[in-house]
């Protein structure tokens, strides 16, 4: 069975700090996987990933995939209280000519003053 | 960029009623939709993919005849919660691809609806 788990499941730190926030997975038909934020309403898209080994990088995100391991993590480096969110990692599995996007339980940050 | 909206954003509705959710892709068009529900403090879960002009195809537990999924057109779908109950008190995510996009290409989600039945 496909299955994207994230690591912590909660996280607070405080302003300044940097976290990463972990996702690994096992999903058949591999294409991408994602990285969203989401605050109260529906997520924001952050980093889609293909390919191992490249960074993507926006402002103080920044993300990572090793498809060897199966895993990516994402880092977010001096935290500010707006970054306070549940951050999902999905995966893109091919499934006949569509894909589906496989959710992993999110992880939520809080970052304090 | 690509803008999905859903309506109504919040419903609330007695026990053993419908309820309708509509989600559209506003400045393209998308052959394939997807309908998420997510419970507090938990993520998304698929429930069904839609496309246009065909059936839906849902998820494993997912009761089709609960769940109607009705994708008209290339740029609307629609969820209809038949019978509702407060268990299926939930947020309800939208999602579509663009039509012709790159197999790669990410979703583009709408804003959410809100589902409370009492």
């Known amino acids: 069975e496909d299955k994207v788990v994230q690591s912590p499941l909660s996280l607070v730190v405080h302003e300044g700090d940097t976290v990463t926030l972990n996702c690994s997975y096992e999903?058949?038909?591999?294409?991408?996987l994602l990285w969203y934020k989401q605050e109260k309403k529906a997520p924001t898209f952050l980093f889609m990933l293909?390919?191992?080994?490249i960074e993507k990088k926006s402002g103080r995100l920044s993300s990572i995939l090793d498809k060897k391991e199966l895993f990516s993590i994402l880092n977010i480096t001096a935290t500010q209280t707006g970054d306070s969110a549940i951050y999902l990692c999905?995966?893109?599995?091919?499934?006949?000519?569509?894909?589906?996007?496989?959710f992993g339980q999110g992880t939520t940050l809080q970052v304090k003053p | 960029g690509a803008v999905v909206s859903q309506h109504p954003s919040r419903v609330i509705c007695k026990s053993g009623t419908s309820v309708k959710i509509e989600c559209r892709s506003l400045?393209?068009?998308?052959?394939?939709m997807f309908w998420y529900r997510q419970f507090p403090k938990q993520s998304l879960m698929l429930m069904a993919t839609?496309?246009?002009?065909?059936?839906?195809?849902?998820e494993q537990g997912v009761e089709k005849d609960k769940f109607l999924i009705n994708h008209a057109s290339l740029t609307l779908s629609t969820l209809t919660v038949t019978s509702a109950h407060p268990e299926d008190s939930s947020f309800y995510i939208c999602?579509?691809?663009?039509?012709?996009?790159?197999?790669?290409?990410?979703?583009?989600f709408g804003p959410g609806t809100r589902l409370t039945v009492l």
């Open positions: 999602s579509a691809r663009p039509q012709g996009a790159p197999i790669t290409d990410t979703q583009y």
């Open positions: 999903v058949t038909n591999f294409r991408s």
């Open positions: 293909t390919s191992s080994g």
């Open positions: 999905a995966v893109d599995s091919f499934s006949g000519n569509t894909g589906k996007l496989i």
């Open positions: 400045d393209f068009q998308a052959t394939t």
């Open positions: 839609s496309n246009e002009g065909s059936k839906a195809t849902y």
